[in-house]
């Protein structure tokens, strides 16, 4: 089995017994049209009762037609939103929890529509989580070595800086801060107020790992290899980093005054 890391928050939550459940797993997409049909083929392969959901922000390049098309296939079982626009990360993020939420399903996963989260790590992260070990699975990069493939040298100073950088603002005791393959328990969900979660793109991870850290949420990080993508273009951008570099002071600072 491979080793995992399992990080206890202030307040940690002690059961422990196993629970079978529903896993939504939660794919945002902008222009993944040359992807999504990959990556459904392996989401949907996987054994157990495991649901998906699209969230696409109108791709112009049709990547929800194609999702139409794969849902005759798999009936009950994949699903569709629509969103006009480009609206961002971070906020599809929280429409697919709701979502989760108001359809009951227990284990509720995110993963990039890329490839460059390996949906075969899927069970991985979803075990501690159904197994009572963990409240949130964060597929990391960072444990047992530097997990990262066909990476520029530049790319990776910047997501490993962006770590130290990060716990060394907010005291957040794991490794791959910006890691955007998990796996929550709906009580993680349903105990954060969704409402005051405002940011976007890498900034969106780290500031829910940080509150239900905060919220006294086991966290567990299991090591995943990911892989740089093929096909299509990256969403990393100047903005995106600016506004992580901000958040996690705000993050820190909120939490200093009981405001968090």
């Excluded at 990360?89 to 993963?111: K, N, P, Q, S, W």
């Excluded at 950088?165 to 328990?185: E, M, S």
Aim: net charge neutral.
């Amino acid at each position: 089995m491979t080793r995992s890391r399992t990080i206890n928050s202030p307040d940690p939550h002690p059961d422990a017994a196993p629970t079978p459940g529903r896993t939504l797993v939660i794919i945002p997409t902008y222009d993944e049209a040359d992807n999504i049909l990959a990556v459904l083929e392996q989401v949907m392969g996987l054994p157990g009762d495991l649901n998906a959901l699209i969230i696409d922000d109108g791709s112009p390049d049709g990547t929800a037609d194609r999702v139409r098309e794969e849902q005759a296939r798999h009936p009950g079982r994949l699903h569709l939103i629509e969103r006009a626009g480009k609206l961002g990360l971070g906020t599809a993020y929280i429409r697919g929890f709701r979502y989760a939420i108001e359809h009951g399903y227990d284990y509720v996963c995110e993963m990039d529509a890329d490839l460059s989260h390996n949906p075969a790590d899927l069970p991985r992260l979803i075990e501690p989580v159904a197994a009572g070990t963990a409240d949130l699975a964060v597929g990391s990069r960072y444990i047992e070595g530097v997990r990262v493939m066909n990476w520029p040298l530049s790319r990776l100073v910047l997501s490993y800086g962006a770590g130290v950088y990060t716990r060394a603002i907010t005291r957040l005791p794991i490794q791959d801060v910006t890691a955007g393959f998990k796996c929550f328990h709906r009580r993680v969900l349903e105990a954060l107020d969704l409402d005051r979660v405002k940011s976007n793109g890498y900034s969106f991870q780290i500031e829910m790992t940080y509150r239900a850290w905060r919220r006294g949420f086991r966290i567990q990080e299991v090591p995943i290899v990911f892989t740089e993508r093929t096909e299509g273009q990256s969403k990393m951008s100047k903005a995106i980093v600016r506004e992580a570099a901000r958040k996690v002071w705000e993050l820190r600072l909120r939490d200093l005054l009981r405001r968090l």
